[in-house]
């Protein structure tokens, strides 16, 4: 998503891109929060090169993930793991979940057509 939205960005300038990710999945995490462990706000994230990233011994795959950079806002789900990032079912089905309530009430607010409408 993040390329495609680099490859547009003067049509998608005003378009919220979000990104969902496991919280134990997303390298140097620790940035993204204070000593309180309160999450920042704005944050100063710096991404983990993809070469640099550790691997599972085992298949070789990044055991983590950076940030997006072309995302505009990120939903950091935790569901208590670590190092999953190709592993995690629960933000498979938190992701396909928030997406068909996106689109249930996108098609509901489309079929607003009086502006008196509640909707």
């Not at 003067?10 to 000593?35: C, H, Q, Y």
């Not at 995302?71 to 999953?84: S, Y």
């Amino acid at each position: 998503v993040g390329d495609a939205v680099a490859m547009k960005r003067s049509f998608v300038n005003s378009i919220p891109v979000i990104g969902v990710n496991s919280w134990g999945a997303v390298s140097n995490n620790a940035e993204l929060v204070d000593e309180k462990e309160q999450g920042l706000f704005p944050a100063k994230y710096n991404a983990v090169p993809l070469s640099d990233l550790e691997r599972n011994p085992a298949t070789g795959k990044p055991m983590s993930m950076s940030l997006e950079h072309e995302h505009t806002h990120f939903l950091l789900v935790d569901f208590g793991t670590k190092n999953d990032f190709h592993e995690n079912d629960q933000v498979r089905r938190f992701r396909i979940r928030l997406q068909e309530y996106l689109v249930q009430r996108t098609e509901a607010t489309e079929q607003c057509d009086d502006e008196r409408q509640f909707c």
